[in-house]
């Protein structure tokens, strides 16, 4: 309605502006131009808009056109009054800040703006910056005749109060990511200046590409950077990213590089990730690898990584000799943009002022410091003897102690969580006035990367352990923090049991949601601070955690260290799991004797012990290694023990609908149907009394096959689309392909070879967006004894075989 307010003279025009047709408010409003039907009917309802076709400047035929009625108009007005009192924030030219409304701000601007231009380029902090801003942008805005609407993430990137210098620095890569698809590596010690950069980067680039800014936290794996574009690449395209990460606890690093390539093919972006020093967790490195590889498939994708890292983290050319990344190595400032800095001086005369700059040495962080109040009367041979020595020796012990507590924290925190005792105000006053602690959104308190360095690298030891404790007081009743946190601090505070004993506590939950970055925590713990009992324990879940991200020789290394101490300590239950995680790598490197050895010593274990549910699926494992030996009557024997165990769990039963599931299907594939039918509708009723929806969409899978075993074709097709839809709904891809491999032997069964085929391909599809590598080998394996062209059955077939020499099958 604000938009149209200024077009109410055109209502009975022949020809009438472009802002009134759909794209114009599109763009004005900043919405979809398929969205503006929609989002004007409520207003068309109430009398208080008009439609009709006319001609459009600059456009060949009639258009719709819209037009606020009587009515319509008086509600602007109303709307207009209240609107133009609102309060905000502008950035002028030249740097200054003002407060105004934002009726005010267009008489303010040094260009023609609308109050709804105001709106539409407002930030979410309530401030407009005019500097990023000019009279051509907001006309290029409001008259675009395509339909581009561009997503911006930036929640993370820190606005600088002040920046100055780098004109050099920032018009050169301005210029490189304008010219084609290319990574930028810049690389600069803590406080240099490379987030202020970034900010200046990503205004430069706003309203003209798609943006994702990612800050790395020292917390976090590969995951957050994962989520993230996830999100992203489906607002700007589609998708197929976020569906792959929802429904994989451990996403591939070169599966994750190639969908988001594929999401920003042909969508203007820009990618900034900084701190990128910060994760350790090497799936990070690959991802940005395997993205800078292919830039080259993309048209206007541009990559930024911000490191303090001076290493060639990235090839700066590809094996063909084409140029890949470019280095951008952050110095100091030069002497103008450090003159702006030091706004505290009233007057500074050329000798002090070099001193001063060969103190700091251009660097952004310590000139603020200097300008807040430090001395620069003596000279020191580095930055870091002059922080130490005229900067934090000169706190006192309060400040001290506050200072160290801040630093301490990875996050921002509370000031009534700080470890001190006594009133931290008039501390934690003087340390913000100072710029040695920031104020963060909400209120909480926080320190620059480089303060913390210097503070924690002479912190003494007894005093760095206490203020850990204390933190993990804070965690323990924190209602935000996580149990990452936690462990952090217990670790650093001594707690290496607890913090062990907390690991295998929550280990089974962190690794079903794929916490990666709990391998950093167990490699943190000191193994002799450790109960043996425990150790092995968190020795067996780290094998777990390695062994999904693919590391079979860590997880083997760790499993066998573990079951080795176990045994030692008589720990029959723990011994029995560690048998069969062992037995499964055996039986992934085609060591099937090996692994039929270890699941019958873990059975032992299970059934003296009475663990029904591991001692139904270690049999049921027995029974396929023993089908794929050609042993069927050992298999059998096996399948049948099986269904004794199910019998003699009596009530608990319900807690084995997995184990009689994998049953039916080990029996199907003997041919035993009506042992295979009992065991299928018992899982079923299980799965239906528990409620389970992933459960029952299983049953439903092995009903499918089981009917369509017994020729009933109708009724297997009842059953796979009913497990299909389940299992879609659930998010669970693997039991999705598996279940489509079935549905294609069905319709393979009943002379439908286009319509398997088909199921195949999407079946194929699905695996690969998920890394399921050993069923992409599967599909493509069908594929070449089904496809009826024969050069694509041997395609497929080879490509089949190379999967599965890769994976290492025998």
């Known amino acids: 309605m604000l938009h149209l307010r200024d077009y109410g003279d055109h209502r009975e025009s022949v020809e009438v502006p472009f802002s009134v047709s759909q794209m114009g408010i599109a763009n004005a409003v900043s919405i979809a131009r398929s969205n503006v039907p929609r989002a004007i009917a409520g207003l068309r309802e109430q009398g208080q808009l008009i439609e009709r076709k006319a001609h459009v400047t600059g456009v060949a035929r009639k258009r719709k056109a819209y037009f606020l009625t009587d009515e319509g108009l008086r509600a602007s007005d109303e709307i207009h009054r209240s609107i133009s009192q609102h309060p905000i924030r502008l950035i002028l030219s030249n740097e200054e800040e003002v407060e105004a409304t934002i009726g005010e701000s267009c008489d303010i601007s040094p260009f023609p703006l609308r109050i709804v231009d105001v709106i539409r380029y ?376 607890e913090a062990a004993r907390m690991v295998v506590d929550r280990a089974t939950e962190l690794i079903r949601i794929g916490q990666l970055e709990l391998i950093d925590i167990i490699a943190s713990l000191d193994s002799n601070l450790v109960s043996p009992r425990t150790w092995s324990e968190v020795q067996m879940f780290l094998g777990d955690l390695l062994a999904l991200k693919g590391d079979w020789d860590g997880a083997e290394l760790n499993y066998q260290s573990a079951f080795e101490q176990a045994e030692q300590l008589g720990a029959d239950r723990l011994v029995a799991k560690l048998q069969s995680r062992r037995a499964d790598i055996d039986l992934h490197r085609g060591r099937m004797t090996d692994a039929l050895d270890k699941h019958a010593i873990a059975l032992k274990g299970y059934e003296k012990h009475a663990e029904h549910d591991l001692a139904g699926r270690t049999y049921t494992n027995l029974g396929a290694i023993l089908r794929q030996k050609g042993d069927k009557k050992a298999a059998l024997e096996a399948y049948q023990q099986c269904k004794k165990v199910i019998d003699s769990a009596g009530s608990k039963s319900h807690h084995l609908v997995s184990t009689s599931i994998l049953l039916a299907r080990g029996l199907l594939e003997l041919g035993e149907l009506d042992a295979a039918r009992q065991a299928a509708f018992q899982a079923h009723d299980l799965s239906v009394a528990n409620k389970d929806e992933a459960q029952i969409a299983r049953s439903h899978a092995v009903l499918g096959r089981l009917h369509a075993r017994g020729d009933d074709q109708t009724l297997a097709l009842h059953h796979y689309s009913e497990a299909l839809e389940g299992l879609s709904d659930i998010g669970d891809p693997r039991s999705v392909v598996e279940v489509s491999l079935m549905l294609g032997e069905v319709l393979v069964d009943s002379g439908d070879l286009e319509g398997a085929i088909e199921r195949y391909r999407g079946a194929l599809a699905m695996a690969e967006e998920n890394d399921l590598r050993m069923q992409m080998g599967e599909i493509l394996a069908r594929l070449g004894g089904t496809h009826p062209d024969r050069k694509q059955r041997t395609e497929d077939l080879n490509r089949a075989l190379t999967l599965f020499r890769e994976l290492g099958a025998k």
């Open 122 to 497: 407002l930030l979410d902090d309530g401030v407009l910056d005019l500097r990023q801003l000019s009279g051509d942008l907001v006309a290029r805005d409001l008259t675009k005749s395509i339909e581009k609407q561009l997503v911006t993430m930036t929640t993370d990137l820190p606005r600088p109060k002040r920046f100055f210098g780098r004109t050099r620095e920032l018009e050169s890569m301005v210029g490189l990511l304008d010219a084609r698809p290319t990574c930028l590596l810049v690389q600069g010690i803590a406080g240099i200046g490379k987030t202020a950069l970034a900010y200046q980067l990503v205004q430069e680039f706003t309203h003209r590409r798609n943006l994702l800014y990612h800050r790395c936290q020292d917390r976090e794996s590969s995951k957050a950077f994962i989520e993230s574009a996830a999100d992203w690449a489906s607002q700007v395209s589609d998708t197929s990213l976020a569906d792959y990460v929802a429904a994989t606890p451990a996403p591939r690093a070169k599966e994750v590089a190639r969908l988001l390539l594929e999401s920003l093919s042909d969508s203007p972006a820009l990618i900034v990730i900084d701190d990128h020093h910060k994760v350790s967790d090497e799936d990070l490195h690959e991802i940005v690898l395997h993205i800078v590889r292919g830039l080259d498939t993309t048209k206007e994708l541009g990559v930024v990584v911000l490191t303090r890292s001076f290493r060639e983290i990235l090839p700066s050319k590809s094996p063909e000799g084409a140029i890949l990344t470019l280095a951008f190595p952050l110095e100091g400032l030069d002497p103008d943009a450090c003159r702006n800095l030091l706004t505290s001086f009233s007057e500074l005369d050329p000798a002090q002022f070099q001193q001063i700059y060969a103190i700091t040495r251009g660097h952004p962080l310590a000139l603020e410091l200097v300008n807040k109040g430090a001395t620069t009367s003596t000279y020191h041979g580095t930055l870091e003897q002059y922080v130490e020595a005229e900067i934090l020796a000169r706190l006192t012990s309060a400040q001290k102690r506050v200072l160290s507590a801040l630093c301490i924290f990875r996050e921002p925190i509370p000031l009534e969580d700080i470890p001190f005792e006594g009133d931290a105000h008039d501390a934690i006053d003087a340390l913000v006035s100072r710029g040695l602690a920031r104020v963060s959104d909400g209120g909480n308190f926080d320190v620059h990367d480089l303060v913390r360095e210097f503070v924690v690298r002479g912190m003494d030891p007894s005093l760095k352990r206490d203020l850990h404790t204390h933190a993990t007081k804070h965690y323990r009743t924190s209602s935000s923090g996580g149990d990452l946190e936690l462990l952090h601090h217990l670790t650093f505070s001594g707690g290496h049991d």
